[in-house]
């Protein structure tokens, strides 16, 4: 199938709808998506939202090609992107269940409200900006480069139907042989998250609030870290501790 220059489709309830390999080019699907394949798709300066209390569930993109595209609103629970490319695209409204497993996501950006019991593992993501509460996320094997998961709020992104103005609070993050060079969490607050044999180096986090986070053999080569928590990483075995760059 192919959909190009939709923009003023009306509301619709897609239900049990297949968009297998369907082109989805400069148009707007929206209202109320259950069981919906969107898998090996081509999405493209595309929109895809659940408006308010409207929800996306069950939906498949696996395999998918998403770029400049939207795709959120409502409540988006049991999704799947799994071994998909994603490029300057926006994630909203992501809940539970979510699954991005062995894709390539790049310039992308994720504001969410609580986004929790999902999977981001042995995924390439460089360049994007994480937003909002993130609860029970694996990122287990991640490639994670020059991403921002700050809790600076002095830009707001405006919408014409939301404004969002949300910082960065994870728990219970499995980053656990991911590599993170160069990404940042200045001011982000984490809770009982694992960094184990993560590689750490040129990752900021200035003024950020750890609470029962494990670093073990985690290399924090060019790491900063503000110096009240030096005692504290001291303890945890990681490697290059003298290369730390205490703020």
């Known amino acids: 199938a192919k959909i190009i220059d939709c923009l003023k489709m009306n509301p619709i309830i897609f ?84 699954y991005f497993d062995n894709s390539k996501i790049s310039r992308s950006r994720f504001y969410v409200g609580v986004f929790f019991n999902s999977s981001m593992k042995n ?26 998961f700050n809790n600076i709020r002095s830009k707001r992104i405006k919408g014409k139907y939301v404004k969002y103005d949300k910082g960065f609070t994870g728990r219970k993050l499995k980053f656990i042989n991911c590599i993170l060079t160069g990404s940042t969490f200045i001011k982000a607050k984490l809770y009982n998250s694992n960094f184990t044999n993560a590689n750490l180096t040129n990752v900021d986090f200035t003024k950020t609030t750890f609470k029962n986070i494990t670093f073990k053999n985690a290399d924090m080569t060019g790491t900063k870290i503000d110096r009240k928590y030096y005692n504290y990483i001291k303890k945890q075995g990681v490697r290059n501790y003298d290369k730390i760059k205490w703020q």
Request: charged share 15%.
């Open 123 to 148: 995924t390439i993501i460089k360049n994007s900006k994480f937003n909002g509460k993130f609860i029970n996320i694996n990122f287990i094997n991640s490639k994670i480069i020059k991403c921002s």
């Open 15 to 98: 239900d049990n709808v297949n968009f297998y390999k369907a082109k989805i080019v400069n148009s707007f699907l929206g209202y109320n998506f259950n069981n919906v394949s969107f898998k090996k798709a081509h999405i493209i300066k595309s929109g895809i939202s659940g408006f308010w209390k409207n929800i996306l569930t069950n939906i498949e993109f696996s395999g998918s090609y998403i770029y400049r595209s939207s795709i959120g609103g409502g409540k988006v629970i049991n999704v799947k992107f799994k071994n998909s490319t994603i490029i300057n695209s926006g994630f909203g409204s992501l809940t539970r269940n979510i």
